[in-house]
């Protein structure tokens, strides 16, 4: 099992957006899906270009603020512990994601992500949980006066509809782990002023 490393040490990392900062709805679908829909403040000084780019280095060592650092890091400097992609990043591709809400052992995830989809409007991930449940997270990024829109969906679902009620009684022994989570977006997507032009600025030519 991976340790959880401690907080990367970075200028910005008492910078975090509280939850108050997004509109957030819950709600059940009328086939029985849960949807979370987070819409974060807007990201000013951010362009999808840089978003796009930033998907496809966040595997990269990188120098920041006197670090050598996997990319994935800055993204949340206390939270995030790991990433990794085998082959290139393109749609059709896996992400394997190590993270830990609140830097906690009891909210660690570690779980590969299938991703459908990558384009300049966002992206999407997929997980499914032993043929019984499956998560979609959809990431969509809109153009803003100054700066770039982030809304976050996820949808909890049952493989088949037999098991939708046991996959919301789960649901609610875990709202706590996906409380955790909502935090957790809400500050990741935040940090990304504070870093990504600083990395978009000094990419290779």
């Given at each position: 099992?991976?340790p959880i490393p401690?907080p990367?040490?970075?200028?910005?990392?008492?910078k975090?957006?509280?939850?108050?900062?997004a509109?957030?709805?819950?709600?059940?679908?009328?086939?029985?899906?849960f949807?979370?829909?987070?819409?974060?403040?807007p990201?000013?000084?951010?362009?999808r270009e840089?978003?796009?780019?930033?998907?496809?280095h966040?595997?990269?060592?990188?120098?920041?603020?006197?670090h050598r650092?996997?990319?994935?890091?800055?993204?949340?400097?206390?939270?995030?512990?790991?990433?990794?992609c085998d082959?290139?990043?393109?749609p059709?591709?896996?992400?394997?994601?190590?993270?830990?809400?609140?830097?906690?052992?009891?909210y660690?995830v570690?779980?590969?992500?299938?991703v459908?989809?990558l384009?300049?409007s966002?992206?999407r991930?997929v997980?499914?949980?032993m043929e019984?449940?499956q998560i979609?997270?959809?990431e969509?990024?809109?153009?803003?006066p100054?700066?770039?829109?982030?809304?976050?969906?996820?949808?909890?679902?049952?493989?088949i509809?037999?098991l939708?009620p046991?996959?919301?009684?789960?649901?609610?022994?875990k709202?706590?782990?996906?409380?955790a989570?909502?935090?957790?977006?809400?500050?990741?997507?935040g940090?990304?002023?504070?870093?990504?032009?600083?990395?978009?600025?000094a990419r290779?030519?």
């Amino acid at each position: 099992m991976r340790p959880i490393p401690r907080p990367l040490e970075v200028s910005y990392l008492a910078k975090k957006r509280g939850i108050a900062t997004a509109k957030i709805s819950v709600r059940e679908l009328d086939d029985g899906r849960f949807e979370q829909r987070i819409e974060h403040a807007p990201l000013l000084g951010i362009t999808r270009e840089m978003l796009f780019w930033w998907m496809h280095h966040i595997g990269d060592q990188v120098e920041f603020e006197g670090h050598r650092v996997l990319a994935y890091r800055l993204w949340h400097p206390s939270d995030h512990i790991h990433w990794h992609c085998d082959g290139p990043i393109e749609p059709g591709c896996k992400f394997h994601i190590v993270e830990a809400f609140q830097a906690q052992r009891r909210y660690l995830v570690d779980n590969v992500f299938d991703v459908p989809t990558l384009t300049p409007s966002g992206f999407r991930l997929v997980s499914r949980f032993m043929e019984i449940a499956q998560i979609s997270v959809d990431e969509d990024w809109i153009d803003v006066p100054g700066g770039v829109q982030w809304t976050n969906t996820m949808q909890l679902t049952a493989s088949i509809g037999i098991l939708q009620p046991l996959v919301q009684v789960g649901r609610r022994f875990k709202m706590d782990m996906m409380t955790a989570w909502l935090t957790h977006n809400v500050e990741e997507v935040g940090f990304i002023p504070e870093f990504l032009p600083k990395l978009f600025a000094a990419r290779p030519a």
